[in-house]
């Protein structure tokens, strides 16, 4: 079982208030507040989409870039010896430090 939705390249993370009765979201991975709600599975769906949906056209309308989740490149500081360790780990996998460190971050984020 899984708590997320795609569509159109964002995605979703949906929770359930027992105390309303129903079932919300917002996109992940974007600073805008993009929410949506609704009391079945299947309006659910249908209001993800038509957030998604409206996002992208409010900012075409507004003229601005609607912000896209993730592109793939991370950039963060760790400790040198940290980073000599994976980088050895990496050479005695047969990769790329990318390549390693994509693999371990996908396996410790599920």
């Not at 609704?38 to 075409?60: G, H, M, P, Q, S």
């Amino acid at each position: 079982m899984t708590n997320a939705m795609t569509y159109n390249g964002y995605s979703a993370r949906v929770e359930y208030d027992d105390e309303d009765g129903i079932f919300f979201g917002r996109l992940a991975g974007i600073s805008d507040g993009v929410g949506f709600h609704a009391d079945n599975v299947e309006d659910l769906r249908i209001a993800f989409r038509e957030a998604v949906d409206d996002y992208i056209e409010t900012c075409n309308k507004l003229g601005k870039q609607p912000e896209k989740p993730y592109s793939g490149k991370v950039m963060f500081r760790i400790d040198p010896e940290v980073h000599a360790r994976a980088a050895k780990a990496a050479e005695l996998a047969g990769k790329s430090l990318n390549e390693w460190a994509g693999e371990v971050l996908a396996k410790a984020a599920g």
